[in-house]
Nanobody
């Protein structure tokens, strides 16, 4: 069974930086595409950034040029480097992963880590 553990959130000043991490259990071959989502109070989760098993990335317009998603496949870890943080980035950030064969169709979530951008 795949387990995701996301962490690295905290309090940061506007303009500051944070790195979020997501570690996953099991074989690296169990995981396909991955991504980071965030959720504001009373809102649906929204995709922040995604990365395929081949390393292709995509970003929400609101974070382009400021956030960088990456993965270290052999350490079973995905990262989100966040720069030039703004108060409106404050949210709970969730690690997400899709299963690869033989776990096609499975979706996994971390528990979430809170990022607060405030002076």
């Amino acid at each position: 069974q795949v387990e995701l553990v996301d962490y690295g959130g905290g309090l940061v000043q506007p303009g500051g930086s944070l790195r979020l991490s997501c570690e996953y259990s099991g074989s690296i071959f169990n995981i396909g595409d991955m991504g980071w989502y965030r959720q504001f109070p009373g809102k649906e989760r929204e995709l922040v950034a995604s990365i395929t098993s081949g390393g292709s990335t995509d970003y929400a317009d609101s974070v382009k040029g400021r956030f960088t998603i990456s993965r270290d496949t052999y350490r079973n870890t995905m990262y989100l480097h966040m720069n030039s943080l703004r108060p409106e980035d404050t949210a709970v950030y969730y690690c997400n992963a899709e299963g690869a064969y033989p776990y096609l169709g499975m979706v996994y979530w971390g528990k979430g880590t809170l990022v607060t951008v405030s002076s």
